[in-house]
């Protein structure tokens, strides 16, 4: 993992412009496809929302990288503040009907803090990690919500 990391993590000045570009794309993708499914499902973050937030994350992952090119802390304080920041945008997206006794979007949260963690992955040059965690983030909710749907007679759209 050390070699990894180290190939992966250098720092801005150390990555081309391309290679910056390149992250930041690979982010925007990732997060176009959770968006895509979301707003699919007219779901309180769609598109925009969780292609800003997986395309901030890798930058602010990079930003960290940039900071701290010895790893002494300062990349992890950067990326425990982005997930704590996200947090924020995840309790705004659920919502407790007192009515129904029922809480709704806790998966739209779930995504959004998934959404962080793939484009945090992909700036600090995880590509496979974000991209398959991305991957993995649709299957559950594509995969599972039909499941839910169809053998547990839930009621909710995925």
Request: negative net charge; glycine residues 14%.
């Given at each position: 993992?050390?070699?990894?990391?180290?190939?992966a993590?250098?720092?801005?000045e150390?990555m081309?412009?391309?290679?910056?570009?390149?992250?930041?794309?690979?982010?925007?993708?990732?997060g176009?496809?959770?968006g895509?499914?979301?707003?699919?499902?007219h779901?309180?973050?769609?598109l925009?929302?969780?292609?800003?937030?997986?395309?901030?994350?890798?930058?602010?992952a990079?930003?960290?990288?940039?900071?701290?090119?010895?790893?002494?802390?300062?990349?992890?304080?950067?990326?425990?503040?982005?997930?704590?920041?996200?947090?924020f945008?995840?309790?705004?997206?659920?919502?407790r009907i007192?009515?129904?006794?029922?809480?709704?979007?806790?998966?739209?949260?779930?995504?959004?803090?998934?959404?962080?963690?793939?484009?945090?992955?992909?700036?600090?040059?995880h590509?496979?990690?974000?991209v398959s965690?991305?991957?993995?983030?649709?299957?559950?909710?594509v995969g599972?919500?039909w499941f839910?749907?169809?053998f547990?007679?839930?009621k909710?759209?995925?």
């Open positions: 993992m050390g070699a990894t990391l180290g190939m993590a250098a720092s801005i150390e081309s412009n391309a290679t910056v570009a390149l992250r930041l794309l690979v982010a925007l993708v990732v176009a496809a959770i895509i499914e979301r707003e699919e499902h779901k309180t973050a769609g925009r929302t969780h292609v800003l937030i997986t395309v901030s994350s890798a930058a602010f990079m930003l960290g990288l940039e900071l701290d090119p010895d790893h002494h802390g300062s990349a992890s304080r950067v990326i425990q503040g982005a997930i704590a920041g996200v947090g945008l995840g309790a705004g997206a659920i919502l007192r009515e129904a006794h029922e809480v709704r979007g806790l998966t739209t949260a779930s995504g959004i803090w998934i959404a962080t963690a793939s484009g945090l992955a992909i700036g600090i040059g590509w496979f990690l974000g965690t991305a991957l993995l983030t649709l299957a559950v909710i599972l919500g839910e749907r169809r547990l007679g839930s909710h759209e995925p």
